[in-house]
C-alpha cells in the first residue's frame, strides 16, 4: 500500500522515468575517460581544465561533471578560482580503464549496445523474440551471430563479462562447497573469468571452457595466458539445446553439480541477467522473474 | 566516504547501470497499454490473458510484468491456476491514460525522443550542442524547429508537458504568494498545464500564454476550452533572447516577478529539468548543478 505522499509525489515513477538519464551520465563521464584523467592528475581538476585535456565543450563538460557530483562518482570542492572536482573511492576502483576492478568495458557493452538494443523492447514484448534486426540491421535469428557481429563487438563483450565476474564471480563459486569436484566444464565459459575465480579458490580443480570457436580462440589470444594449466579449452556450438545435449552425453552420466543463471533468451533484450537480478533486491524475492535466470555450469567429479 | 562494503559490492554502481532497463520497462509496459487493461477489468488477469487482449507474444509479455511486479508497479497473486497480475494504486493513478494525473504522454516523450537523444550524449558533451540532427536527422540549430519537427511530436511534447505540471504544477506555482499580481505572462507557456493551475490557485488572475503561433493554435485547439476566459494567448518567436526582449520591452518596466525553471538549452539531450532535480535530492543539493535549471516566468501586476 502506498503512502498519501508517495501518491500525491510519485518519486519512484520519477526515478524509474530517469533512470536512463543517470545510466547515460556515468557511462559517458567513463567514455571521456573523466575518471582516468583524475587519477593519473593525483588530484582535483577545474571544470575547464578536464575538457581542455578531454577534448570536449566547456559547457558540457561542466554540465557532465555536476550531475556526477550529484550522483556521488566525483566530489566537488569550492575554492576561490572556482569548482574542482576529484574521483570518489568507487570511481577510482570500478570507473577508471586501469583498475583490476574496472567495469570501464562492461559498462561501454551496456551503453553501446544494450542500451540501443532496449530501445526496441515494445517491440522485443510484442514479437517474443530479440530486437538485433532493428538495432543493428543483422539478423537475430542466430543468437550468437547476432552478439557476435564483429571481433571488436565479440572481444567488447568477452572484457564486459569478465569485468562482471571481477565483481561477482567469486560469490558465485563459493556459494556451494565446490572442492569435491577436481574437474569443472563451464559452459558457454566465454573470456574464463568465471574460470579464473573457480581455479583460485579451489587450487585443485581445472576447468574446461566450452565456447565457439572464434570465442576460444580470443579467449587463449587475449585472456589466458598459456601457462595457465589449469584452464583449458572446447569448442563447440552454443545455444541451450547444443549445450544440454554435451552436458547429458558428457557430463550427466557421473556425479554431477549445476548452476542455473541464465537461460537460452539470456541475451533477449527484455531479460535481466543475474546481477541486474542482485541489484534489485525486490525483483529477487519475486519467484516467478527468477525463472529468467538460468546459466548452466556442469561440474564433474572423475 | 563509502563504507568497505559498497566498494566490495558496488550497489549504486549496478543501480546506475541497470537505470535505464528500469525506465523502459516502466514505458513499455505504459506503452502497450497494461495498466489501462488492468483497470478496466477491475480484478487481477493472468499473462496469457493480459497477452491475448494486448496482442502480445506471451513469454515476453509474461517476462515483462514480473519484471513490472518487481518494481512494484503491479502486484501479483498465486493462485492454483497460476499468477494473476493486477494495478498498484500509483499505477492507476499515474500510468493508466483516462487518469487525470496520467503521465502517459510524459512517459511515451520520453521513451522515443529523449531516450535516443540521450543515446548520444557523448556527442553533445564533446559537441556542446543539442543531438538531433544524430538521433533524428533535423538540424539542431532551430531548437524548436527540432523539438516540433512534426505536429504529432509537438502535440506529444504538448501533452507530457502539461502531465508533468499536473504534478509539480501547483507547487511551482505556491511556492510564493502571487496573490497580488493579477496580470501574469507566462512566457513559453505551451498547453497551459501551468496557466491552469495559476488561476486554479489565484482565481482572480489571468494568464497570457506566449508561445509559437503553431503550439498557441493547438493549445486552443485542444488543451484550454474557449469559454476559459482568464487564460488568453500571444503568439511570437521563441527563444531565450526573443523572450528575454519581449519581457524587457513589455514587462519589466512595470512590478513584475519572475521564477526561473529552464533556460535557451533546456532542451539539451544532457540536461536535466527541474523535475529531474526535484527526485534526486542529492543532485538539488549541488548548486553548480542548479545552474542549469531556469525557465522565466514573468509576472506584472498592472
Redesign the interface.
Known amino acids: 500500500?502506498?503512502s498519501t505522499e508517495?501518491?500525491d509525489?510519485?518519486?519512484?515513477?520519477?526515478?524509474?522515468?530517469?533512470?536512463?538519464?543517470?545510466?547515460?551520465?556515468?557511462?559517458?563521464a567513463c567514455?571521456?575517460g573523466v575518471f582516468d584523467l583524475l587519477l593519473k592528475s593525483e588530484g582535483s581538476l577545474s571544470s575547464d581544465a578536464i575538457a581542455e585535456r578531454l577534448?570536449?565543450?566547456?559547457?558540457?563538460?561542466?554540465?557532465?561533471l555536476?550531475?556526477c557530483?550529484?550522483?556521488?562518482?566525483l566530489e566537488?570542492e569550492m575554492k576561490s578560482e572556482g569548482?574542482f572536482y576529484r574521483n570518489?573511492?568507487?570511481s577510482n576502483?570500478?570507473?577508471t580503464k586501469s583498475s583490476p576492478k574496472s567495469?570501464y568495458h562492461?559498462?561501454m557493452y551496456?551503453s553501446k549496445t544494450v542500451?540501443?538494443c532496449?530501445?526496441y523492447?515494445?517491440d522485443?514484448?510484442?514479437?517474443?523474440?530479440n530486437q538485433y534486426e532493428r538495432a543493428f540491421g543483422v539478423s537475430s535469428k542466430d543468437l550468437f551471430g547476432a552478439l557476435y557481429r564483429s571481433e571488436e563487438e565479440m572481444i567488447q563483450f568477452m572484457y564486459g563479462l569478465n569485468a562482471i565476474w571481477s565483481?561477482?564471480g567469486r560469490d558465485v563459486i563459493a556459494a556451494f562447497d565446490l572442492s569435491p569436484f577436481t574437474v569443472i566444464y563451464d559452459l558457454g565459459g566465454c573470456a574464463g573469468g568465471l574460470a579464473q575465480e573457480c581455479i583460485s579458490l579451489y587450487p585443485k580443480s581445472t576447468v574446461t571452457i566450452y565456447d565457439l570457436p572464434k570465442v576460444v580462440q580470443v579467449a587463449k589470444e587475449r585472456f589466458v595466458p598459456p601457462e595457465e594449466r589449469q584452464i583449458t579449452f572446447h569448442e563447440g556450438k552454443l545455444g541451450l539445446f547444443c549445450v544440454c545435449s554435451y552436458a547429458k552425453k558428457t557430463v550427466l552420466n557421473g556425479p554431477c553439480f549445476m548452476i542455473t543463471e541464465c537461460n537460452e533468451?539470456s541475451h533477449h533484450p527484455?531479460?535481466?541477467t543475474s546481477?541486474?537480478v542482485?541489484?534489485?533486491p525486490?525483483?529477487r524475492?519475486?519467484c516467478?522473474?527468477l525463472?529468467?535466470f538460468q546459466r548452466i555450469m556442469c561440474l564433474l567429479d572423475v
Not at 522485443?124 to 523474440?129: E, F, I, L, P
Open positions: 500500500m502506498s508517495d501518491l509525489y510519485p518519486q519512484i515513477l520519477f526515478q524509474y522515468n530517469n533512470g536512463f538519464l543517470v545510466s547515460k551520465i556515468m557511462f559517458t567514455e571521456l577534448g570536449t565543450s566547456i559547457s558540457g563538460m561542466e554540465r557532465l555536476d550531475a557530483v550529484g550522483l556521488k562518482l566537488v569548482a570518489t573511492e568507487l576502483l570500478y570507473l567495469q562492461n559498462l551496456y542500451y540501443l532496449w530501445h523492447l515494445t522485443a514484448v510484442r514479437d517474443g523474440k565483481i561477482c533468451n527484455f531479460l535481466f546481477l541486474h542482485r541489484s534489485f525486490s525483483l524475492r519475486n516467478e522473474a525463472k529468467c
